[in-house]
């Protein structure tokens, strides 16, 4: 691609919109330094200097999505307490609506804290509830998805196993992005894993796929047995493209006409939370383009290894993107 190329692949993001499926959640961070040691127990005290509050889960898709400058349709369910308030407002902070999102007064609304000191997570607190959603909490969701895919150009489930995602609903849900013709992105976890039939793109991580298919791969990693892993993936589950994201080692993504493993970039790493969020999010605005897989591939695997850098579940930024992109792409220095 030429230059003009890239930047008008990036100004086509604006008319896209994107219609993400999924768990949503409040990711709270306590930003502190350690001095000491408890004298209660041999653990660390974490003074605390800050804290911080960012949507997390399908929302850190949708609000990847909005930072590439498409606009996101996040729909999922969340409680009416003092959580689910807080993650209102973080989604209006954000630019993003509300419009989509089903509220539940027997629900609570999940929220992960991170305690962290200089750039080491020292804690996780998770408060949540991962039953399935009941009737009528279901039948709603149903009704926003039906109405929600008449608008989209193309639809994203964001499994977090957390209990909005019941193979009920995924079936109907297929079924109705099917009947429109909308292309199907999927980021599974292994509670779900087989119920996705027929997605246009599957995005399991390799620890994922393996469980997903029950599969004992080698443990000295390999391109080919993580192709013959994609192959019978896309045979099990009827899907189109399978895209398998390799950490340290990259991406992996083939359909049954072509298939391409892209190299992980060298960077400074310093958290992973968030990076499949940014993958899936960059490959279904890209794919909403009409841009081709092995594209999708480069840049997803690009904006992955950005939002590496720095510590916490934060957004791919647009502009940080396009120019790595000119550089990838076009060969500029």
């Given at each position: 691609m030429d230059l003009a190329q890239v930047n008008a692949l990036f100004q086509e993001f604006n008319s896209k919109k994107v219609l993400i499926i999924g768990d949503v959640m409040v990711d709270a961070y306590l930003w502190g330094k350690v001095d000491?040691?408890?004298?209660?127990?041999?653990?660390?005290?974490?003074?605390?200097?800050?804290?911080?509050?960012?949507?997390?889960?399908?929302?850190?898709v949708a609000k990847n999505v909005a930072n590439l400058g498409a606009e996101p349709m996040l729909c999922s369910v969340i409680g009416n307490g003092p959580n689910g308030q807080l993650f209102t407002q973080l989604l209006?902070?954000?630019?993003?609506?509300?419009?989509?999102?089903?509220?539940?007064?027997?629900?609570?609304?999940?929220?992960?804290?991170?305690?962290?000191?200089?750039?080491?997570?020292?804690?996780?607190?998770?408060?949540?509830?991962?039953?399935?959603?009941?009737?009528?909490?279901?039948?709603?969701?149903?009704?926003?998805?039906?109405?929600?895919?008449?608008?989209?150009?193309?639809?994203?489930?964001?499994d977090y196993d957390k209990g909005v995602l019941s193979p009920g609903l995924i079936t109907s849900c297929m079924a109705m992005a099917e009947k429109l013709g909308k292309t199907?992105?999927?980021?599974?976890?292994?509670?779900?894993?087989?119920?996705?039939?027929?997605?246009?793109?599957?995005?399991?991580?390799?620890?994922?796929?393996?469980?997903?298919?029950?599969?004992?791969?080698?443990?000295?990693?390999?391109?080919?047995?993580?192709?013959?892993?994609?192959?019978?993936?896309?045979?099990?589950?009827?899907?189109?493209?399978?895209?398998?994201?390799?950490?340290?080692?990259?991406?992996?993504?083939?359909?049954?006409?072509?298939?391409?493993?892209?190299?992980?970039?060298?960077?400074d790493i310093y958290d992973v939370s968030g990076a499949g969020d940014t993958v899936i999010a960059i490959s279904a605005v890209l794919l909403a383009c009409g841009a081709p897989i092995k594209l999708v591939a480069e840049l997803a695997n690009l904006g992955g290894g950005l939002v590496c850098e720095r510590v916490g579940v934060v957004p791919i930024e647009k502009e940080q993107l396009r120019q790595e992109a000119i550089k990838l792409l076009t060969h500029q220095p």
């Open positions: 000491r040691i408890s004298p209660e127990a041999p653990v660390p005290v974490v003074a605390v200097k800050k804290k911080d509050y960012r949507m997390g889960g399908a929302a850190n209006r902070e954000s630019g993003i609506s509300d419009k989509w999102m089903v509220r539940s007064n027997n629900r609570p609304t999940t929220i992960k804290t991170r305690v962290i000191a200089g750039h080491q997570q020292m804690l996780r607190i998770d408060e949540e509830v991962t039953d399935a959603l009941d009737f009528h909490e279901q039948a709603a969701m149903e009704e926003t998805v039906t109405k929600a895919l008449v608008e989209c150009d193309i639809v994203v489930f964001e199907v992105l999927v980021d599974p976890k292994k509670k779900n894993f087989l119920f996705y039939q027929g997605a246009t793109v599957f995005k399991p991580n390799l620890k994922e796929l393996q469980e997903g298919l029950k599969l004992d791969l080698p443990s000295e990693f390999s391109i080919d047995s993580v192709a013959r892993a994609a192959a019978k993936l896309r045979q099990v589950l009827g899907a189109q493209t399978a895209m398998i994201t390799l950490s340290e080692h990259g991406v992996y993504i083939g359909s049954e006409t072509e298939e391409y493993h892209i190299p992980a970039h060298k960077r």
